[in-house]
C-alpha cells in the first residue's frame, strides 16, 4: 500500500509563478518524520528538509516553505516566485519512526519551470 | 570529506553478467542502504545494513545480494543481470544509534543498463 502519495506526476509553471507540491502520507505511528528531496536534472538527491511528527510549526526558508497538517496527514511543498532552476523532480518521503531510518518515498512530482 | 560516493557511475551490462557497484562513506555512519530509481515510482529500498557485518532486505530485494564487510562500505551484487534491472541505482548513509530524526544522505546515483 501507497504510503507516501504526490498525485501531481507533471507540473509546469512560468517563471516567478507560485506552485504548491502535494504530499499525502499513511501511517499509524505517532512518532514520525517527513522529508522532501529535490533532485535536479543532474540526478543527485538534495536534502530540503525534515519535520517531525510533533511539530506542525508552518516552515520558511527562502522562497521555499511547507505546510504540514496533521489533521489532513498532509506535507505541501511551496515555492514561491518560481525560477528555472527549481526545475527538477521533488520527493516526499516517510519515516514511520523506525530507528532503522528506512525512507518510503512518493512516485515525485517533475516540475518544470519555463522562462 | 566527500561523503556518499558510488563506483561506477554508468554501466552497461548483458543479461546474465555479474557486476558489483560500490558505496563507500566517510562520515562514520552506521547505517546505510541501497535503493533503485524507475521512472514513475520514486525510490525502492532494496537492502540496507544497519552496520558492519549485517544486512537486511528492503522493498525489492529479488536478484540482488549486498555486503557490509566494512563500516564505509556497502556492496550491491547483481549475479545475474536482467533487464528489468534497468535502473538508477542511489547509496544512502544515516548516523544510526537509534536516532529517529536522522537524515540519509545520498550518493549521487549509478546508472545501469542491461541488455
Known amino acids: 500500500a501507497q504510503k507516501v502519495t504526490q498525485a501531481q506526476t507533471e507540473i509546469s509553471v512560468v517563471e516567478k509563478e507560485d506552485v504548491t507540491l502535494d504530499c499525502v502520507y499513511e501511517?499509524?505511528?505517532?512518532?514520525?518524520?517527513l522529508f522532501w528531496y529535490k533532485q535536479p536534472p543532474s540526478g543527485e538527491l538534495v536534502f530540503l528538509i525534515r519535520?517531525?511528527?510533533?511539530?506542525?510549526q508552518n516552515e520558511i526558508s527562502g522562497r521555499y516553505s511547507w505546510n504540514f497538517q496533521k489533521s489532513t496527514s498532509s506535507f505541501n511543498f511551496t515555492i514561491t516566485a518560481s525560477q528555472v532552476v527549481d526545475s527538477a523532480v521533488y520527493f516526499c518521503?516517510?519515516?514511520?519512526?523506525?530507528?532503522?531510518?528506512?525512507?518510503?518515498f512518493g512516485r515525485g512530482t517533475q516540475l518544470t519551470v519555463w522562462p | 570529506n566527500a561523503g556518499v560516493t558510488q563506483t561506477p557511475k554508468f554501466r552497461v551490462l548483458k543479461t546474465g553478467q555479474s557486476m558489483t557497484l560500490l558505496c563507500a562513506q566517510d562520515?562514520?555512519?552506521?547505517?546505510m542502504y541501497w535503493y533503485r530509481q524507475d521512472p514513475g515510482m520514486g525510490l525502492r529500498l532494496i537492502h540496507y545494513?544497519?552496520?558492519?557485518?549485517?544486512?537486511a532486505k528492503g522493498e525489492v530485494p529479488d536478484g540482488y545480494n549486498v555486503s557490509r564487510l566494512k563500516k564505509q562500505n556497502f556492496l550491491l551484487g547483481l549475479e545475474s543481470a536482467a533487464p528489468s534491472q534497468t535502473s538508477v541505482y542511489f547509496c544512502?548513509?544515516?548516523?544510526?544509534?537509534?536516532?529517529?530524526?536522522?537524515?540519509?544522505?545520498f550518493g549521487p546515483g549509478t546508472r545501469l543498463t542491461v541488455l
Open positions: 545494513s544497519v552496520g558492519e557485518g549485517t544486512t
Open positions: 562520515m562514520n555512519h552506521e547505517y
Open positions: 518521503a516517510l519515516n514511520r519512526g523506525s530507528t532503522l531510518g528506512r525512507l518510503y
Open positions: 519535520r517531525n511528527s510533533f511539530d506542525e
Open positions: 501511517t499509524r505511528d505517532t512518532t514520525y518524520y
Open positions: 544512502a548513509s544515516l548516523r544510526g544509534g537509534g536516532i529517529r530524526a536522522d537524515t540519509q544522505y
